[in-house]
């Protein structure tokens, strides 16, 4: 069953699942936001015009079912941004320590560039990677 006849007329709580994949799918795209009037029509279209034909008594349904439908994906689509706002918020009280100490990360990093440099031209960066290898790598299996 291709996606398409799940949400027109597979299980609610499968084409449920779908419309908040197409949601989060859609979040990770750079250029969405113009898109988005286009998938809530389509959606909305898929459940109305393609369904199977419905009794009077069962209008109701099918379009509460698109409408459904449609939250889903909205609410796939804008919980990714939330998460986002209140990662960003913890993401400032974590690295306060760092914007107030920068000059002397700016040091640090410098200092530790400068050693790194000196080992790569003597060749001593290339012993200490085999010191790792050998310290803390037991069993390489290649998947050949």
Known sequence: MNPTDLVISGPLLL????????????FASPCVVPLVPGYLAYLAGLVGAE???VEANEVGSSTVRGGFLVLAYCLGLGLPF???????????GVTKWLRTHARQ????????LI???IALVTGLWGEFVGWLRYSFVDVVRLPL
């Open 115 to 117: 050693l790194v440099g």
């Open 105 to 112: 990360v700016q040091i640090f990093g410098g200092v530790l």
């Open 15 to 26: 084409a449920t699942g779908v419309a908040l994949l197409a949601g989060f799918i859609s």
């Open 51 to 53: 369904a199977p034909r």
């Open 82 to 92: 939330v998460v986002l706002a209140l990662g960003a918020r913890w993401a400032l």
